[in-house]
Nanobody
């Protein structure tokens, strides 16, 4: 069972919107509701970067400056699912998007990610 499965990415025109989803497996994340979670992204030739985070009870949300006001992170603990609503997309948002625990490192298990391409 894959620990994290990201979905929802596709090609979209500048100014468009997308909602990404990330479902955590019950086996690996049976206590999903106790984890602070985050979205990350990796553009071609770049290192993976933080995008947004949400604490375990959705009481704290944080965003990287470049997406603040355009993206919204949310979660459904009953479904072990994390979401990222992305509006006013820009070509600079083009990347593979991943989810994981907020302070996940390269040694943690990562999913395959979902490709978002913003282009006309």
């Amino acid at each position: 069972q894959v620990p994290l499965v990201e979905s929802g990415g596709r090609k979209v025109q500048p100014g468009g919107s997308l909602t990404l989803s990330c479902t955590a497996s019950e086996r690996t994340f049976s206590d999903f509701a106790n984890y602070d979670m985050a979205w990350f992204r990796q553009a071609p030739g770049q290192t993976r970067e933080f995008v947004a985070s949400i604490n375990y009870n959705s009481g704290r949300l944080d965003y990287t400056h470049s997406v603040n006001g355009r993206f919204t992170i949310s979660r459904d603990n009953a479904r072990r699912t994390l979401y990222l609503q992305m509006n006013s997309l820009e070509p600079g948002d083009t990347a593979v998007y991943f989810c994981n625990k907020e302070f996940a490192s390269t040694s943690d298990v990562w999913g395959q990610g979902t490709q978002v391409t913003v282009s006309s």
